[in-house]
């Protein structure tokens, strides 16, 4: 069974551009959670869809948004690149949280890089 | 405001050693607690959860222990390998479904040999 993939792997940009990072989730799948892990910061919790719609989001501005497709598959956009977006962005994904199954797995992760 | 901590950012165990890793929350609404195990240029993986009406959890050389009075939980791995060396979260949700899970900073466990 394929895991979570992210695309690209990495990821340069120049302040004041957009980003587009991309993620699939495990087939079955049809909640989608993007995280955030900067230098020292841990992860961050950023965005969550589930069937289509976004569930919950973290504390980040505007900027941060995303979507997620009919196939589940799903795009985070960061606009106004800032150099402090420089981060690690995992994706992870879980059966829709039905009783206590909260398990998410994670993606290898997009690395970020804004100069 | 940091509602999971993991105060200690790395830790040294000798192989076949016990490894105990700590975390420490503030919300009291917290419901569920997980561990999650990531090796450089990989994704977490999920190692071992608990839920806030037990006390403990063990899953082979895994343990983890929760004390809900003290908004405590560690995870105890017996014994220690070399495999385990890694960078060990913990992270923390509540009971609404569509509560976020919150994540510490992290812990580097390095097993040495």
């Known amino acids: 069974e394929a895991g979570v993939t992210q695309s690209p792997t990495h990821l340069i940009k120049t302040r004041g551009q957009q980003a587009t990072l991309r993620c699939s989730p495990i087939?079955?799948?049809?909640?989608v959670y993007w995280y955030q892990q900067a230098l020292g910061l841990g992860l961050q919790f950023l965005l969550w869809?589930?069937?289509?719609?976004?569930?919950n989001r973290g504390n980040f501005p505007p900027r941060f948004s995303g979507r997620q497709f009919p196939n589940y598959s799903s795009e985070l956009n960061v606009n106004a690149l800032e150099l402090e977006d420089s981060a690690l962005y995992l994706c992870?994904?879980?059966?829709?949280?039905?009783?206590?199954?909260?398990?998410?797995?994670f993606g290898p992760g997009t690395r970020l890089t804004v100069t | 405001d940091q509602q999971v901590k993991q105060n200690s950012p790395s830790l040294s165990v000798q192989e076949g050693r016990i490894s105990i890793l700590n975390c420490d929350y503030t919300?009291?609404?917290?419901?569920?607690f997980l561990w999650y195990k990531k090796y450089p240029a990989e994704g977490p993986t999920f190692l071992i959860s608990?839920?806030?009406?037990?006390d403990k959890n063990e899953d082979g050389r895994f343990t983890v222990f929760l004390n809900k009075s003290a908004k405590h939980l560690s995870l105890h791995i017996v014994p220690s390998q070399p495999g385990d060396s890694a960078v060990y979260f913990c992270?923390?949700?509540?009971?609404?479904?569509?509560?976020?899970?919150?994540f510490g900073k992290g812990t580097r466990l390095h097993i040495l040999p």
């Open positions: 992870a994904s879980s059966l829709s949280p039905t009783g206590r199954v909260y398990e998410q797995y």
């Open positions: 087939s079955g799948h049809t909640s």
């Open positions: 869809y589930d069937e289509g719609e976004e569930r």
């Open positions: 919300n009291s609404m917290f419901d569920y």
């Open positions: 608990i839920s806030s009406i037990k």
């Open positions: 992270a923390a949700s509540g009971a609404d479904r569509d509560d976020k899970i919150i």
